[in-house]
């Protein structure tokens, strides 16, 4: 281990993993800077969740491999590595509680990784991980306090208060997805992941489309329907496919009016979007939740709150994990 080296950063998902060698510099650089300079090598594998968790750990350790060869730095070169992972985390430990894409319960991370990587590792959500790399360097920059929200396979979210994350009693805040959103609905439609994740918008669609109702999308994907993604809902979407827009829009809408209450109920001021589905949809889809949080949020004065889409993109999870990882290296 070199202490001096750089750093791994790690946005574990529920489909992907994408691995990131960040140069130390990151820990003295400012968002005007270039990011993507700040990244030295880069890899991306499917994650497999259904092969089990020691696979998924042996594909991290293959995946970290392969972005040090890309850098040109040896493992033996590292700092340290921080990893954003799905679900609740005890981050005192780096135990994943609970990881639904994943399939894992109580899985000690931090030690497994550690173990056969020989370096310091930090393992918080994933959310949590970009919604700190946003703050740091990107869209949340300037803000004390700030709520990200990432739509993707699910709905994840984080929270930093008085410019430090805020975990909680037991480390878990931020947890938006799992609210209800809509509590009399049936079992398994309630929360707002049931609802506004890029995996419910595909569900509803496929239902929709079968059940008769007209969209471009059945043309998008050639008629098979199980390859409805978050840039084929876009596409749709920006056609001005009445179907998509109904579906896109509603949830935006739920999603605006849960950002809206969050933003009332902490007196929030800047609220990042972040995720595979808010990048494919862009503006259109931030400014529909932006002008519902508006809406709804309570009193006037936050009626002017910032709603915008992260800047970072895919890098902002590997970004904030590596600068997670460099900060409590240093605390």
Not at 91 to 105: D, H, K, P, Y
Not at 175 to 197: D, F, W
Not at 294 to 317: C, H, I, N, W, Y
């Amino acid at each position: 281990m070199d202490a001096s080296g750089p750093y791994v950063g790690i946005d574990l998902g529920g489909t992907n993993m994408q691995i990131g060698v960040v140069s130390p510099e990151a820990r003295d650089a400012s968002p005007e800077d270039e990011h993507h300079a700040l990244m030295l090598g880069r890899a991306k594998l499917k994650t497999k969740a259904e092969t089990g968790r020691d696979a998924v750990i042996d594909r991290l350790c293959k995946g970290i491999e392969e972005a040090c060869a890309d850098a040109g730095h040896m493992l033996s070169e590292l700092a340290g590595v921080g990893i954003g992972a799905p679900g609740a985390i005890d981050i005192e430990q780096g135990v994943v509680l609970e990881a639904v894409n994943l399939r894992w319960n109580d899985v000690r991370l931090a030690d497994l990784l550690s173990e056969r990587l020989g370096v310091p590792v930090v393992v918080d959500n994933d959310v949590n991980v970009a919604v700190y790399g946003e703050d740091k360097l990107g869209a949340g920059a300037g803000a004390s306090d700030l709520l990200g929200v990432w739509v993707g396979t699910g709905v994840g979210g984080g929270l930093m208060l008085n410019g430090k994350l805020f975990y909680g009693k037991h480390s878990t805040a931020g947890e938006i997805g799992h609210m209800h959103a809509v509590p009399t609905a049936l079992l398994g439609q309630r929360s707002l992941e049931h609802n506004c994740s890029r995996t419910a918008l595909t569900e509803r669609l496929r239902q929709l489309i079968r059940a008769n109702r007209p969209s471009i999308i059945s043309e998008l994907v050639e008629g098979n329907l199980d390859k409805i993604k978050s840039r084929v809902i876009a596409d749709a979407y920006n056609q001005g496919d009445e179907l998509t827009r109904e579906v896109v829009d509603e949830s935006a809408d739920l999603m605006g009016s849960m950002v809206g209450g969050i933003v009332t109920l902490l007196s929030l001021d800047r609220v990042v979007m972040g995720g595979g589905l808010t990048e494919a949809l862009g503006e259109a889809y931030v400014s529909r939740i932006r002008d519902r949080a508006r809406a709804v949020a309570f009193p006037d004065r936050l009626k002017g709150l910032s709603v915008v889409a992260t800047q970072l993109e895919d890098d902002a999870g590997l970004l904030g994990a590596a600068l997670l990882a460099m900060d409590r290296a240093e605390a």
